[in-house]
């Protein structure tokens, strides 16, 4: 029979404790996520949005939502379609109506898949006989990073900062 002396099971459990670090240090280390890299492409891109609508761009408006995008527009009923989203937007932006927007706070969620916006635009249309009427109010975007490594807007919604409500947007929701 065959036995060890204290020296060797020593020496084994040593080996058998090297073994194990050894592995343990080869097992696959995730790389810690960069939400400041979310914040930053998904502020840079709604940046990039506002000024397509700026320059009444609607291809490029439309192209900053996900295909499955909902959106919440002041006085209108909820969005769930793409060319229910694409005819808001024509109604909206109008060749005398000037729209612009700013991001204020941006923050990713902690896997950084998902980012929102908070912000405040500013929206003004010559109305009948040459007035201007400007509106003022804030929106909110939900932001999802897509498969490609793109963002795009699922979520989008605004209101008026005004006690009665958009000018612009009620004459053209009520008529």
Not at 33 to 38: Q, V
Not at 141 to 151: A, D, F, L, M, T
Not at 160 to 172: E, Q, V, Y
Request: hydrophobic fraction near 40%.
């Amino acid at each position: 029979m065959f036995t060890r002396s204290p020296k060797m099971r020593a020496g084994a459990l040593c080996l058998a404790i090297a073994g194990l670090l050894s592995l343990a240090g080869c097992a696959k280390k995730t790389a810690p996520i960069d939400t400041k890299a979310s914040e930053d492409a998904v502020k840079a891109a709604d940046l990039e949005w506002s000024k397509a609508a700026a320059a009444h761009d609607l291809n490029g408006v439309f192209s900053f939502y996900a295909s499955d995008a909902v959106v919440l527009p002041s006085n209108k009923e909820m969005l769930t379609n793409k060319s229910a989203v694409q005819k808001s937007w024509m109604d909206m932006l109008t060749p005398n109506v000037d729209l612009s927007w700013t991001p204020m706070w941006v923050e990713a969620a902690k896997s950084g898949e998902m980012v929102y916006v908070v912000g405040s635009y500013t929206m003004t249309s010559k109305a009948g006989k040459g007035k201007t009427v400007t509106d003022h109010g804030k929106y909110m975007e939900v932001w999802k990073k897509q498969p490609n490594g793109s963002w795009k807007a699922i979520a989008d919604t605004w209101n008026s900062d005004l006690a009665t409500g958009s000018p612009i947007l009620t004459k053209k929701v009520r008529g």
